[in-house]
């Protein structure tokens, strides 16, 4: 029989070096410039939406300098990441594959799902392999725990346009700000950026 989470000990098995790191040269417009990409654009005559298709592009497509954002569900939109020492568990599952796969991530981890955006840093970065080890990692974690909680079986992706990252950036950090859960989206402890400064980052893509 699955049993509830014991965040007791989550808070002694977790993994090592959860601390997110921070990047000391990455407040350069110039840097930014650099992963100007080509994506999808927002639909005409109205606010740009980052919900999409999961029907995914070609791999190729998800690997060099590209910004890509995801998002992963949980299966049947249990509400499950309500605890920071959770999600600091998944946070630790996932720093290690954006470190391995070459990219940069800010993330928001709301109740029932997770929005990651992700950055290619070099032409070896692979942002759809490191998310799917993340969810592969964490879903195997999750059932050798005996919680009764899983991803769902697929999950959503869209490339972002270098005009759209201000935008799609601050919709995801909203999105507990929509949802009711705090005034501003500062106030949400499940928020939190791998490999930059997210307030940094903020300056550098300009207002909405």
């Given at each position: 029989?699955?049993?509830?989470?014991?965040?007791?000990?989550?808070?002694?098995?977790?993994?090592?070096?959860?601390?997110?790191?921070?990047?000391?040269?990455?407040?350069?417009?110039?840097?930014?410039?650099?992963?100007?990409?080509?994506?999808f654009?927002p639909?005409?005559?109205?606010?740009?939406?980052?919900?999409?298709?999961?029907?995914?592009?070609?791999?190729?497509?998800?690997?060099?300098?590209?910004?890509?954002?995801?998002?992963?569900?949980?299966?049947?939109?249990?509400?499950?990441?309500?605890?920071?020492?959770?999600?600091?568990?998944?946070?630790?599952?996932?720093?290690?594959?954006?470190?391995?796969?070459?990219?940069?991530?800010?993330?928001?981890?709301?109740?029932?799902?997770?929005h990651?955006i992700?950055?290619?840093?070099?032409?070896?970065?692979?942002?759809?392999?490191?998310?799917?080890?993340?969810?592969?990692?964490?879903?195997?974690?999750?059932?050798?725990?005996?919680?009764?909680?899983?991803?769902?079986?697929?999950?959503?992706?869209?490339?972002?346009?270098?005009?759209?990252?201000?935008?799609?950036?601050?919709?995801?950090?909203?999105?507990?700000?929509?949802?009711?859960?705090?005034?501003?989206?500062r106030?949400?402890p499940?928020?939190?950026?791998?490999?930059?400064?997210?307030?940094?980052?903020?300056?550098?893509?300009?207002?909405?």
């Amino acid at each position: 029989m699955n049993q509830p989470v014991n965040l007791t000990r989550l808070a002694v098995r977790r993994k090592p070096e959860l601390s997110l790191f921070k990047s000391q040269s990455w407040a350069t417009e110039s840097l930014l410039l650099k992963h100007v990409v080509a994506g999808f654009s927002p639909r005409s005559g109205g606010p740009i939406s980052v919900g999409t298709k999961h029907h995914r592009l070609p791999r190729e497509h998800y690997q060099g300098r590209v910004w890509v954002s995801f998002t992963l569900c949980i299966e049947g939109r249990k509400r499950f990441f309500t605890d920071k020492t959770l999600v600091e568990v998944f946070v630790g599952f996932l720093k290690p594959v954006a470190e391995r796969h070459d990219f940069r991530a800010i993330y928001c981890f709301m109740p029932d799902h997770l929005h990651v955006i992700s950055m290619g840093q070099s032409s070896k970065s692979d942002v759809l392999l490191g998310i799917e080890e993340f969810k592969q990692a964490s879903g195997y974690w999750l059932e050798t725990e005996g919680i009764s909680v899983c991803w769902q079986k697929s999950f959503y992706d869209r490339i972002v346009r270098s005009r759209q990252l201000g935008q799609v950036v601050r919709y995801v950090l909203d999105n507990p700000v929509r949802a009711g859960l705090v005034a501003q989206w500062r106030e949400y402890p499940f928020i939190g950026a791998i490999g930059l400064d997210l307030e940094t980052f903020l300056e550098v893509v300009g207002p909405d």
